[in-house]
């Protein structure tokens, strides 16, 4: 696709973790935070921030969790295993979708749209490991990225809730 022509973020297939397809439509007019999670990870307390964040921002920010295997295996279960755990250990009632690869030559289309500044028009960026965060606005525009250590509750990303 050529820079004119560049896909819309909303147009982009990615499925729920039950499996269903997931309509990013549905979520215009609101801010996504898009994070690649895993449930064996030094970072993997911030789920319960970034629960505190979706409860918070309700009215006006979806946070959209995505599991991935990619960094040190930390994300092993099966989508029944990473539900449970999400839901026993956090309460999680946010956004997942089914495990993807977030880099390399299997990466899927949202996560070519959110590091490359090809397709998101703002920059370019590397998933660093679990946990990095993508923040997109009401219109499906990129706003900014996260590195992992960067809590779901900083100053830094909450100055674009406010």
């Known amino acids: 696709m050529t820079a004119t022509a560049k896909q819309s973020l909303y147009d982009i297939k990615i499925k729920s973790l039950q499996g269903e397809v997931l309509d990013l439509h549905q979520y215009k007019g609101k801010k996504m935070l898009f994070v690649n999670v895993a449930s064996k990870c030094g970072f993997t307390p911030q789920y319960r921030d970034l629960q505190k964040l979706q409860d918070t921002y309700k009215h006006s920010l979806v946070v959209i969790g995505v599991p991935c295997n990619q960094f040190g295996k930390q994300e092993p279960g099966n989508h029944k295993e990473i539900q449970e755990f999400c839901e026993v250990n956090f309460s999680i009632s946010f956004v997942m979708t089914e495990k ?47 590195y992992p250590i960067t809590s779901p509750m900083s100053s830094r990303l909450l100055k674009y809730l406010n």
């Open 100 to 146: 993807i690869e977030v880099k390399g030559e299997n990466q899927h289309p949202l996560y070519a749209w959110l590091t490359k500044k090809s397709n998101n028009g703002k920059q370019n960026s590397t998933v660093k490991w679990n946990f990095q965060k993508y923040l997109i606005d009401e219109n499906g525009q990129f706003l900014n990225y996260y």
